[in-house]
């Protein structure tokens, strides 16, 4: 059955940088469009960024355009979101997500504080 395992969520101090990553397994990964969602403490899960199948077409948060990057290895099933210029507004647990259905992996934390 499908797997997403997030990592390289941590602490950062405002305007540093972070990478997360997600590798897929027991699923076609290059044949589904990926999102990356997050969930601060208390609130709602909000939508970050959407990247189709092929690895061609972003779309991203207002709030977090120009500051984050989504993108793919559909080679090594691995889903990425390049994260720059932290706020402490970033502050969430961060989840991969198969946009098809829903199935999100357990998620990886990211606290921007100084």
């Known amino acids: 059955q499908a797997q997403l395992v997030e990592s390289g969520g941590g602490l950062v101090q405002p305007g540093g940088s972070l990478r997360l990553s997600c590798a897929a397994s027991?699923?076609?990964?290059?044949?589904?469009?990926m999102s990356w969602i997050r969930q601060a403490p208390g609130k709602a899960f909000e939508w970050v960024s959407d990247?189709?199948?092929?690895?061609?077409?972003?779309n991203y948060l207002d709030s977090v355009k120009d500051r984050f990057i989504i993108s793919r290895d559909n080679v090594k099933n691995t889903l990425y979101l390049q994260m720059d210029s932290l706020k402490p507004e970033d502050t969430a647990v961060y989840f991969c997500?198969?946009?098809?259905?829903?199935?999100r992996g357990q998620g990886t934390q990211v606290t921007v504080s100084s």
């Open positions: 027991g699923f076609i990964f290059g044949s589904y469009e």
């Open positions: 990247i189709n199948a092929a690895g061609t077409r972003t």
């Open positions: 997500v198969i946009k098809q259905s829903g199935f």
